[in-house]
C-alpha cells in the first residue's frame, strides 16, 4: 500500500494557550520519569548501577524543571525569543538530550543539508523536534531506523528551510490521520496525556512552519516542515 498523504497548516492560537499546553505536556512527562523511578526503586536500589542511573535521571529532571520555571518567570510577557539560528544545529541538539536506552535497538542517520538560519526560538522548536522524535522511537519497539534530513527549497518568491524526520514503524491509518493526530488530549499510548504533536504543532505555527504527515499502517512515518528562510541569510 503507498503511503497516503494529510496536510495541515497550523492554525493561529493565541500564544497563552499554547504556552500552557507545553507546560503541562513537559510536566507530565517529568511526572511520568520520576513515577517509573519510584517504581523500580525497591527492587533494584541496591544495584550500583541503578543507583547512577537514578541520580542521573534526577538530576537532568531538575534541570528541566528549573529551566522551565525560569523560562516562563522571566519571560511571561514575550516566552517566544526569536534569535538566527540554524535548524541543523537544533536537531543535532534534539538528539544528544535523548536518553541512551531509547536509542539502544535503533538506528540514526542524519542527512543535513546546508541551509540558511531562520528566525526562531532555539528552546522551543527543541521542544516540538523532541516529540515527534519521541513519537517516533516510540513506533520502532522492535527495533528500526530514524532518519532527519534538512533541506534547502528555493522559489521566485521566497527561500524556505525543510525538515523531514522519518520513522520505519508501524505507520498511522488514515483515519487517525484525518480525524484525531493534531487533536489534543488524544493518544494511542497507553501513557501520555496527547499533547506531544499537538503542541509540536502549534510550536511550528508560531514559526509559520507549515506541517504535513506521510504515513501507512506498516510502512512508518515521516513529519515535514517547511520554515521560511531567514531573508539576510
Do not use: C
Given at each position: 500500500?503507498?503511503?497516503?498523504?494529510t496536510t495541515t497548516r497550523a492554525s493561529r492560537v493565541s500564544l497563552?494557550?499554547?504556552?500552557?499546553?507545553?507546560?503541562?505536556?513537559?510536566?507530565?512527562?517529568?511526572?511520568?520519569?520520576?513515577?517509573?523511578?519510584?517504581?523500580?526503586?525497591?527492587?533494584?536500589?541496591?544495584?550500583?548501577?541503578?543507583?547512577?542511573?537514578?541520580?542521573?535521571?534526577?538530576?537532568?529532571?531538575?534541570?528541566?524543571?528549573?529551566?522551565?520555571?525560569?523560562?516562563?518567570?522571566?519571560?511571561?510577557?514575550?516566552?517566544?525569543?526569536?534569535?538566527?539560528?540554524?535548524?541543523?544545529?537544533?536537531?543535532?541538539?534534539?538528539?544528544?538530550?535523548?536518553?541512551?536506552?531509547?536509542?539502544?535497538?535503533?538506528?540514526?542517520?542524519?542527512?543535513?543539508?546546508?541551509?540558511?538560519?531562520?528566525?526562531?526560538?532555539?528552546?522551543?522548536?527543541?521542544?516540538?523536534?523532541?516529540?515527534?522524535?519521541?513519537?517516533?522511537?516510540?513506533?520502532?519497539?522492535?527495533?528500526?531506523?530514524?532518519?532527519?534530513?534538512?533541506?534547502?527549497?528555493?522559489?521566485?518568491r521566497k527561500s524556505r528551510v525543510g525538515v523531514e524526520i522519518s520513522?520505519?514503524?508501524?505507520?498511522?491509518?488514515?483515519?487517525?490521520?484525518?480525524?484525531?493526530?493534531?487533536?489534543?488530549?488524544?493518544?494511542?499510548?497507553?501513557?501520555?496525556?496527547?499533547?506531544?504533536?499537538?503542541?509540536?504543532?502549534?510550536?511550528?505555527?508560531?514559526?509559520?512552519g507549515q506541517m504535513e504527515v506521510e504515513s501507512a499502517p506498516d510502512?512508518?512515518?515521516?513529519?515535514?516542515?517547511?520554515?521560511?528562510?531567514?531573508?539576510?541569510?
Amino acid at each position: 500500500m503507498a503511503k497516503r498523504k494529510t496536510t495541515t497548516r497550523a492554525s493561529r492560537v493565541s500564544l497563552q494557550r499554547t504556552m500552557d499546553q507545553v507546560i503541562v505536556h513537559d510536566l507530565k512527562n517529568l511526572a511520568f520519569r520520576l513515577s517509573a523511578l519510584l517504581q523500580n526503586m525497591d527492587m533494584n536500589y541496591e544495584n550500583p548501577l541503578f543507583k547512577t542511573s537514578m541520580m542521573e535521571i534526577l538530576a537532568d529532571t531538575i534541570g528541566k524543571m528549573d529551566t522551565i520555571v525560569k523560562r516562563f518567570r522571566d519571560h511571561q510577557q514575550q516566552v517566544i525569543i526569536k534569535l538566527r539560528i540554524n535548524l541543523n544545529d537544533v536537531l543535532t541538539a534534539t538528539l544528544n538530550t535523548l536518553p541512551q536506552k531509547a536509542v539502544k535497538q535503533i538506528e540514526i542517520n542524519t542527512e543535513f543539508g546546508e541551509i540558511p538560519t531562520i528566525w526562531g526560538d532555539a528552546f522551543y522548536l527543541r521542544e516540538a523536534f523532541t516529540n515527534l522524535v519521541e513519537n517516533a522511537l516510540d513506533a520502532m519497539p522492535e527495533g528500526g531506523t530514524l532518519t532527519l534530513r534538512t533541506w534547502r527549497s528555493d522559489s521566485r518568491r521566497k527561500s524556505r528551510v525543510g525538515v523531514e524526520i522519518s520513522d520505519t514503524g508501524v505507520g498511522i491509518t488514515q483515519e487517525y490521520l484525518d480525524s484525531k493526530l493534531f487533536q489534543p488530549f488524544v493518544t494511542s499510548k497507553d501513557q501520555g496525556m496527547g499533547l506531544g504533536l499537538y503542541t509540536s504543532q502549534q510550536i511550528f505555527a508560531l514559526h509559520h512552519g507549515q506541517m504535513e504527515v506521510e504515513s501507512a499502517p506498516d510502512e512508518g512515518t515521516t513529519f515535514r516542515i517547511l520554515f521560511p528562510a531567514d531573508d539576510n541569510a
